[in-house]
């Protein structure tokens, strides 16, 4: 099983995270929390009452556990692909794979992360949700006081399944789009290079990009699912489950409610996947 997969991957998840991340506290804020009109004002408020350090709030979880999930995801997609076509990374572009077979190695890869980001994710969503400003003398303090805590109290409340709140939702969400995300990115390649080359860097960033773009228009509605099953039960139980919280979502704000964050959610894809299918492809090539 070729390990450098997984560290490829490891490597550039952690760039395209950290450069991704304000973009990604804002979409998770307008998605659960009604108090903001639109991306500028929800981002003017976050300056203003929590400083630039509000943007990075729920950062270290993803960062600390981006190496098991970004090589879960590309590790078990090159490896599927290597299962299904007998073809190994490095002879990839001269004996491209099927799109079946690229979607099903995907959709497989998407499916098995999913399990393992759950409760980091989950850990995340409820940090970026903490309005107050880190350092706030004689304010009320922030119910979670780090990772940690937060990780802590949600396991002393509900037991290890409290950490997997929202896991299902997250798994309807990551595996058809995954499967989306590596077809999308092939074909892109596949258009831009003349057979049985290497793709360019210009076309590995732009595909890459597209790739994010597409997978997370549709991956947007069941994003906002998964963000509010997330935040759900931190007072009382809101939802039953994910149709329960589609259905009440829809009554109460309309369809619309399944495109929320979804500007914010394209503009941050593109540089995001770019940087991480860039480095992907080159720290592939290089221990080639
Ligand atoms: C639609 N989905 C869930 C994805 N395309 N996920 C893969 C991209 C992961 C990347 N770290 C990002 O956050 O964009």
Redesign the pocket.
């Known amino acids: 099983m070729p390990v450098e997969e997984f560290v490829a991957g490891w490597v550039s998840?952690a760039l395209?995270?950290v450069l991704?991340h304000p973009f990604d506290t804002v979409k998770v804020r307008l998605q659960t929390q009604t108090t903001y009109r639109g991306i500028i004002d929800c981002m003017v408020k976050i300056y203003r009452h929590e400083s630039l350090l509000g943007f990075f709030k729920g950062m270290s979880f993803p960062i600390a556990s981006i190496a098991l999930v970004n090589s879960v995801l590309f590790g078990v997609y090159s490896n599927s692909l290597l299962a299904l076509t007998a073809t190994s990374h490095q002879e990839r572009w001269a004996q491209p794979p099927s799109y079946t077979h690229v979607f099903i190695a995907g959709c497989t890869g998407g499916f098995l992360q999913a399990y393992f980001l759950a409760p980091f994710d989950l850990i995340k969503v409820r940090l970026q949700n903490q309005t107050e400003p880190r350092a706030q003398l004689g304010g009320p303090p922030p119910r979670y006081r780090g990772p940690m805590h937060c990780a802590a109290s949600i396991f002393q409340k509900e037991g290890p399944r409290g950490l997997f709140q929202g896991a299902w939702a997250l798994t309807l969400?990551?595996t058809p789009?995954?499967g989306i995300?590596f077809v999308t990115y092939e074909v892109l390649c596949r258009q831009c290079t003349p057979e049985g080359q290497n793709p360019s860097s210009a076309t590995v960033l732009v595909a890459g990009g597209f790739a994010?773009i597409t997978?997370?228009v549709a991956?947007t509605p069941l994003d906002v699912i998964k963000s509010r099953m997330q935040m759900d039960g931190l007072k009382r139980r809101a939802y039953q489950g994910v149709l329960d919280c589609m259905v009440s979502s829809v009554r109460q704000e309309g369809l619309g409610v399944f495109f929320r964050g979804i500007t914010i959610n394209s503009a941050r894809?593109f540089p995001?996947?770019a940087v991480?299918f860039l480095s992907y492809e080159y720290l592939l090539r290089w221990w080639g």
Do not use: E, I, Q
């Open positions: 998840g395209g995270l991704g969400r990551d789009t995954m995300y994010g997978s997370w991956a894809a995001v996947n991480t």
